[in-house]
């Protein structure tokens, strides 16, 4: 196998399972969760030999992968669109971890009670969209794995999820498809305007001397990139659909949602907006730190006052990707790096927690804080997994949570000191309601009998015990991202002028 073809098989490895899964019975339970979960295994291998490859000093464009696509005749321009794979430190750090959590949720969808095939057929279709929207090299082929991504999740929150899931499932697709649609009239404009799709050939056109665009057009079309992946971030006051979707999708979606999908949007941010539109994107950088605090302390004071934990969880989130966005704003290689760690950082610490919640939903039939009571007596490890996730997400040092804390608002306070200052009340609120919660849950009053309750067990310890090693090794080790990141960080910069 040559290393070009390394990322055409990762990408759409998870098909392959799909193609083992339609000649399946639909009966065949057991059957059916193994191929599922083994089928998330090629992408995962995959994904950590690119990650050691770059590890032992060789290049990641050795992995790139270019064909000739689709050919057209406009008006006046000969159109190309190639097939284009390929990474950098940023998009290999989002593959790494679409790989891990793809494959951990398969293992928490063993709980799935009904129509295993046809969940799992989703399942993996949704993984290589996520994994093809982190290596395309062209917009076009982005936005086709962008939308693969939107149609497998609808259909999983609307059959799979709870009591008010069509709902919740609508929301989504209204939400990320207005979000979506905006993105394609980004990038059929510049198609038009510079007759390529290519990332980095937009990045030279664009910011010439002899740009094809004028100064209003480029801050036209950034802010409707900020709108576009604010949608999927979310940023408020766009956020009102993803609040549905954690409560009412099934646990182990929303591990990918949560730790992957909502990361779309910071991923877009990163790599197009301020990529693509540097010099625009100073102007509003101080909006999008502005936007992020109100994030921060938004989703803060708000989850302090929820009774379901499914909906502290959901806030948190949304006061989490403040602080990508607090980072993003900064404008400086600390802030921007902070963003990045967050964005791992929070992937991975709300996939254990979710996951958590899925097992303590699977005993005991309920999420509600006041009901879980006294859950220590009864499941002193989850009790204990779940005590630890929460250290991890206030930000205690040791643990992933606080090096991205502390980057994103060194970052800030560099440039914006007054409002970084106004931003540490949410992370101080973030301590106060995930303590609450989480006390509340493990030694608060019971009002049922945990004796008899199972605790964790056999499968359940591997997405409880990787997470939690993945999180402690980038909180005592963060050279484990901050090493892949430092030439795609230095290329940033040096778009910025910084």
Known sequence: MSLSSVLSILVFSPLLGVTVLAFMKNTQEKAIKIVGLLATLPALLLALACYFHYQAGKDLGDFSVKANWINFVGDKKYFHVAYELGLNGL??????????????????????????????????????????????????????????????????????GYFEKEKAAFSFLIYNG???????????????????????????????????????????????????????????PLHSWMLRVHVQAPPSIVMIHSGILLKIGAFGLIRFAMGIFPEQFKDVAGVLAFLGVINLLYGAFLAFI???????????????????????????????????????????????????????????DTSLIENLGGLAKGMPLAAGFLLA??????????????????????????????????????????????????????????????????????????????????????????????????????????GLGG
């Open 389 to 494: 996730g929460a250290m991890a997400s206030l930000g205690l040092p040791g643990m992933s949570g606080f090096v991205s804390e502390f980057m994103a608002f060194l970052g800030l306070f560099k440039d914006m000191p007054v409002l970084a200052a106004v931003g540490t009340i949410g992370i101080i609120m973030t301590a106060a309601y995930l303590l609450r919660a989480v006390l509340g849950m493990t030694f608060g009053q019971a009002h049922r009998e945990f004796a008899g309750t199972m605790d964790l067990k056999g499968a359940e310890f591997v997405p409880v015990l990787t997470l939690m090693f993945l999180i402690v090794l980038i909180g005592v080790y963060p050279s484990v991202l901050s090493s892949p990141l430092k030439t795609a960080l230095e290329t940033i910069m040096l």
């Open 306 to 364: 929820q009774k379901d934990f499914k909906m502290v969880l959901a806030y948190s989130s949304i006061s989490h990707m403040g602080i990508v966005l607090i980072g993003i704003g900064a404008l400086n290689a600390t802030g921007i790096q902070g963003a990045i760690f967050q964005v791992v950082s929070h992937g991975l610490i709300s996939a254990l927690l979710f996951f958590l919640v899925g097992v303590f939903y699977e005993r005991t």
């Open 91 to 160: 998009s290999l750090i989002m593959v790494v971890l679409t790989a891990i959590i793809a494959t951990l949720a398969a293992v928490a969808s063993m709980h799935i009670k009904k129509e295993w095939k046809g969940y799992f057929m989703l399942f993996l279709l949704l993984e290589t969209g996520m994994l093809g929207v982190f290596t395309s090299l062209n917009l076009i082929l982005f936005f086709i794995f962008f939308e693969v991504t939107l149609v497998p999740m609808f259909f999983l929150i609307g059959k799979w």
């Open 178 to 236: 207005l979000g979506s649609a905006i993105l394609l009239i980004v990038i059929m404009v510049l198609f038009a305007k510079t007759g390529t799709s290519n990332i980095h050939d937009l990045q030279q056109i664009v910011n010439a001397a002899k740009s094809p665009l004028s100064g209003s057009v480029k801050m036209g079309l950034l802010i409707a990139l900020l709108i576009a992946f604010g949608v999927k971030l979310p940023i408020f």
